[in-house]
């Protein structure tokens, strides 16, 4: 594993926890000299992990729409910036550039990336893990509905399991290196 794309807010959000999560995840991705491959911005908890991978003397790979850096919220300071058309473009090239996936705290674009990461997972499009950093109890009401989806038999327990899920940076990562996808879904 040597890259980790990262989802997240624009926003700080709520809590300054979120931030703070963002810097502890930035600093373990340094320490293992895993690369972060993230949406680009400078600002909210995208910008927090990115300085601090940047800090630890870690690579960082930032993946922005045009139309996004016309608002100049592009990180001036990455190892690369990728400029891509559509955000379509942007995910795409994230999954391909990626070994596996985190969330951290965001709005409704950090959850479609997630899902759609945890759905070509589901389908056997990728074999990567993918997982969330559960800051300040965030994803306390994603987790119970993925249970909830699991009760009522439209998400199987094989593939509930999937979604990796931790307050602490160091163990999900730990988990991402001893990851082993589910056998590929199908419908017989």
């Avoid at 908890?45 to 940047?54: H, P, Y």
């Avoid at 729409?65 to 473009?89: G, N, Q, W």
């Avoid at 969330?103 to 997972?121: H, N, Y």
């Avoid at 998400?155 to 290196?177: C, G, I, K, T």
């Amino acid at each position: 594993m040597k890259r980790i794309a990262v989802f997240c807010g624009s926003s700080n959000g709520a809590s300054h926890l979120y931030v703070e999560g963002a810097k502890q995840l930035g600093k373990e991705l340094a320490k293992r000299n895993l690369t972060l491959v993230y949406g680009g911005a400078s600002v909210g908890v995208m910008g927090a992990v990115a300085d601090a991978v940047l800090e630890g003397g870690g690579r960082v790979i930032g993946i922005m729409p045009s139309f996004l850096e016309k608002r100049e919220i592009a990180h001036k300071h990455l190892s690369e910036l990728m400029i891509v058309d559509t955000m379509h473009e942007r995910k795409a090239k994230m999954a391909e550039l990626a070994d596996g996936f985190i969330a951290l705290p965001g709005g409704p674009g950090t959850l479609e990336e997630f899902f759609e990461m945890f759905t070509w997972a589901q389908l056997g499009l990728h074999q990567k893990p993918i997982g969330l950093l559960n800051i300040n109890h965030y994803f306390d009401p994603l987790v119970e509905l993925f249970n909830h989806m699991t009760k009522e038999q439209f998400l199987h327990e094989q593939y509930r399991s999937m979604a990796l899920v931790d307050d602490e940076p160091s163990r999900l990562l730990e988990r991402f290196h001893a990851y082993e996808p589910p056998a590929v879904k199908t419908y017989r």
